[in-house]
């Protein structure tokens, strides 16, 4: 679970709720990635959009959490090592 600020729940109620065709990712996941915290470790509290690639890499190869956290941090690995950060730029 995250709190939206009424300015990003606004945002994340205009979006649809999943891709046309077969992709597996819903674009509301790029919303929760600029605003869901990581909830422990080194880089406890740092929003999931925020973290170093190096980072992710390492829960790439050791395994991701359970959930939606995991779900999440394998997101962004994939838009981090593909160089699409600046996708999330205006949701921020």
């Known amino acids: 679970n995250c709190a939206l600020s009424p ?24 919303l929760l990635l600029v ?3 990581m909830p422990f470790g080194k880089y406890k509290d740092r929003l999931i959009a925020d973290l170093p690639g ?7 190869r050791t395994g991701f ?19 699409l950060k600046p996708l999330l730029d205006p949701l921020r």
């Not at 190096?54 to 790439?60: C, E, I, P, S, T």
């Not at 956290?69 to 981090?80: N, S």
């Open 35 to 37: 605003t869901v915290r």
């Open 7 to 30: 300015k990003a729940a606004e945002r994340f109620a205009e979006l649809p709720s999943a891709l046309p065709g077969s992709l597996p990712m819903n674009p509301r996941d790029l």
């Open 54 to 60: 190096h980072y992710l890499n390492w829960f790439a």
């Open 65 to 83: 959490p359970k959930g939606e956290l995991g779900r999440l941090l394998a997101l962004m690995q994939e838009i981090d090592h593909n160089g």
